[in-house]
Nanobody, 126 residues
Framework: QVQLVESGGGLAQAGGSLSVSCAAS????????MGWFRQAPGKEREFVAA???????YYADSMKGRFTISRDNAKNTVYLQMNSLKPEDTAVYYC????????????????????WGQGTQVTVSS
């Protein structure tokens, strides 16, 4: 009975910061790669960032230098710190978990993941 619950979304101003979290239950968290994806209205779901079960991190090009993904296995939680926010970052942000996922080829593909959260809205105003 796996559950992923995102939190921390909200409203931010362009240039500001926001942090979102994803709490996992019902799985052995340390054995899962974790990813963040986002979907804006009328657009396809896109990869944001991921952290492998062994700790390697991966980012989409537009997020490099602005976003940071981290995990706390003791808390079964993955985080996404978002800085220098832009209006185009506005989207629903989804957390995903994939068993033993590691490496860019796996973590960067939505189809690689086994479980998904309900999403949390992030809105960036200009």
């Amino acid at each position: 009975q796996v559950q992923l619950v995102e939190s921390g979304g909200g409203l931010a101003q362009a240039g500001g910061s926001l942090s979102v979290s994803c709490a996992a239950s019902g799985l052995t968290f340390s054995m899962y790669g974790m990813g963040w994806f986002r979907q804006a209205p009328g657009k396809e779901r896109e990869f944001v960032a991921a952290i492998g079960w062994s700790g390697g991190t991966y980012y989409a090009d537009s997020m490099k230098g602005r976003f940071t993904i981290s995990r706390d296995n003791a808390k079964n939680t993955v985080y996404l710190q978002m800085n220098s926010l832009k209006p185009e970052d506005t989207a629903v942000y989804y957390c995903a978990a994939g068993r033993r996922l590691t490496g860019w080829g796996n973590l960067g593909r939505a189809g690689s993941y086994d479980y998904w959260g309900q999403g949390t809205q992030v809105t960036v105003s200009s």
